[in-house]
């Protein structure tokens, strides 16, 4: 080979390897310049669509908490709308002196333990638990109230019974009444509690004071009964709710018929209203407890007439009886007690518990013991049956089975109530602010009257309890009510 085409050669060697240098430089930075690409594209998707970054952690949705929650990961920011809800209703059980539920209701928010906001509150709510004070229960007060009267013109119109209207006039207060006394219990320092929330029953059925009850320094405890919340037929005409419902929200209300035949729905009767109440005023109610309710059964419970009156009256004429009332269709009695069952439910829920007002509502220390085991035997049957268990029994009239001594077993009446299970006994005293027998055997109370009877007597300057309980009776009697009010 000349040295011309050796030189030729090795050139186009050169240019070759050159070309290729060239070629595979091109080829790297593209490489490097695709792959900053997409790193950037990638960096921008993290950033536009989530998964990090301090400020948008602050919108994660509940769903996204509680998730993180679970995971163990706790993501959630301080404050998030589920611990939130939590935090409230801890306050309200707080607010109902009911601290541990409180606690316990703060300790099962997630990481709580890192949550400064959380454990301040559980120090505060341990704080004012240990300094409250265990309520004696010797020295608690007992009111009770009946049915409202909700349109008084129509209560106390001229055309009525007299006899019956003094009646109404002496037993029942209105509903603005209501209202005012129950407002000036609150702001006396009053805290409901029911009946069952006194006394404890061991497993040997032996009875005692309750000590589970505490409150703060300047709360006192009162115990609150209703009265016959059955809503009797005889009540028609008379200005009074029909019977309590669950209206369209859940909510407990009282349905009324106004003398044009129109019903609606409303805050016709005690129980929407303290229910009311207590929502505004949570620490008004022990543990939410808002009382006990003291059934009969001759006309059903709490509106249903889950029974007829005829059976207290086998003389009577059922049939006129019937047509007097032809809102009530007989066949219908099943459904009215599944109804009634449902609303005893909502009531429980709602802190109420419920009594025995014997099933035909008349004297126990007047009647014998064969009419007793009767009315006892049917109330089991056909009230306990829709109401559950209890075992406090509220005479109907005051009519206390015995003296102010204690009951003993010769006291065949007592003997036979104990016999069917009952052990808690409650009469009426409207001048003592509470008297009260706490036995192994059984536990008995007096309770104040607060109706339109007891409210005149204290305004005629008699000293009855309700001066003693601390309430002002002039700015809650209604002046319109027909005086003199008499017991009838
Ligand atoms: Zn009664």
């Given at each position: 080979m000349s040295e011309y085409r050796e030189n030729n050669v090795t050139s186009r060697n050169e240019r070759r390897r050159?070309?290729?240098?060239?070629?595979m430089i091109r080829r790297v930075c593209f490489g490097i310049i695709f792959a900053a690409l997409i790193a950037l594209i990638i960096l921008l998707c993290i950033k536009i669509f989530g998964g990090?970054?301090?400020s948008e952690q602050t919108e994660t949705t509940p769903q996204q908490q509680g998730q993180s929650s679970e995971n163990g990961e706790s993501q959630a920011p301080?404050?998030?709308?589920?611990?939130?809800?939590a935090i409230d209703e801890a306050a309200i059980l707080a607010a109902q002196y009911d601290y541990d539920a409180a606690i316990e209701k703060l300790k099962g928010i997630a990481g709580y333990q890192d949550k400064k906001e959380i454990t301040d509150l559980i120090a505060d709510y341990e704080l004012t638990r240990d300094t409250c004070v265990t309520v004696d229960m010797s020295t608690v007060p007992h009111v009770f109230f009946h049915t409202l009267i909700c349109d008084f013109n129509r209560c106390f119109k001229s055309s009525h019974n007299q006899s019956l209207m003094?009646?109404?006039?002496?037993?029942?207060?209105?509903?603005?009444?209501f209202k005012e006394c129950i407002r000036q219990l609150y702001d006396l320092g009053y805290v409901i509690i029911n009946i069952g929330d006194s006394y404890t029953k061991d497993a040997d059925g032996n009875y005692s004071m309750s000590t589970d009850v505490k409150l703060p320094t300047g709360k006192k405890a009162l115990i609150l009964s209703y009265d016959d919340t059955c809503y009797y037929c005889q009540y028609m005409d008379w200005g009074m709710a029909d019977r309590v419902i669950l209206d369209e929200n859940g909510d407990l209300k009282c349905e009324y018929t106004d003398e044009s035949g129109n019903t609606t729905v409303g805050d016709y009767d005690h129980i929407p209203i303290l229910i009311d109440f207590c929502r505004e005023h949570p620490d008004f109610a022990w543990h939410g407890h808002k009382g006990t309710l003291a059934l009969t059964g001759y006309d059903g419970i709490l509106g249903y007439r889950t029974e007829f009156r005829m059976f207290d009256y086998p003389t009577?004429?059922?049939?006129?009886?019937?047509?007097?009332?032809?809102w009530c269709q007989k066949s219908?009695?099943?459904t009215y007690k599944e109804q009634a069952k449902v609303i005893v439910q909502a009531l429980k829920d709602n802190g109420y518990e419920f009594a025995s007002h014997t099933w035909g509502h008349r004297h126990a220390d007047q009647k014998g013991l064969d009419w007793l085991k009767q009315d006892t035997e049917w109330w089991c049957e056909r009230v306990e049956s829709l109401t559950g268990d209890t075992d406090i029994f509220v005479f109907p009239h005051g009519g206390d089975i015995g003296s102010g001594d204690d009951y003993t077993s010769s006291n065949e009446k007592y003997s036979y109530l104990k016999s069917?299970?009952?052990?808690?006994?409650?009469?009426?005293?409207g001048t003592s602010l509470y008297w009260n027998q706490y036995r192994s055997g059984y536990v008995?109370?007096?309770r104040i009257n607060i109706d339109g009877i007891n409210m005149y007597q204290t305004l005629q300057g008699k000293a009855t309890a309700l001066t003693k309980l601390g309430l002002d009776v002039e700015k809650i009697f209604d002046t319109r009510r027909p005086t003199p009010i008499t017991a009838s």
């Open positions: 050159r070309r290729r240098r060239q070629a990090g970054g301090s301080e404050t998030g709308s589920s611990n939130q809800a003094n009646g109404y006039n002496a037993w029942m207060v209105t509903v603005d009444e009577g004429d059922e049939t006129a009886w019937l047509q007097a009332n032809p219908e009695i099943e069917m299970g009952f052990g808690v006994f409650c009469g009426v005293d008995r109370q007096s």
